[in-house]
């Protein structure tokens, strides 16, 4: 994104950001199944999440929304957390450090399926 984004002007981006903002959530809808609700209610971490991400995962600000994300999308996002692949955010990194890779997929999962 650097390469193609580091020519724009301000409005460029703004403008780009209300064309993008305007538009309606993609419906991916990857229902979790009742296996993976139960683990992830399991792991006792919603309320950690939607301090930062909110209730119902939609994000705010510069916190990602992650319900209803794409299941593939989310599993990596987790695993590099969870390896450290991703440094960027030292509290998801301690939050997913002692998942198991069962739990990131559970996780990932009832995500999807919001």
Known sequence: MGPIAKNLSGDDMKALAAYFSALPWPAYREP?????????????????????????????????????????????TLSDFHDNKRPNMPRMTALVRNFSADDIAAMAHYLAGL
């Open 32 to 76: 979790a199944d009742a296996a993976s609700i139960t683990r992830f209610q399991a792991l006792d971490v919603e309320k950690k999440c939607t301090s930062c991400h909110r209730e119902g995962f939609v994000g705010y600000a510069n916190t990602p929304r992650v319900a209803n994300q794409k299941l593939d999308y989310l599993i990596k």
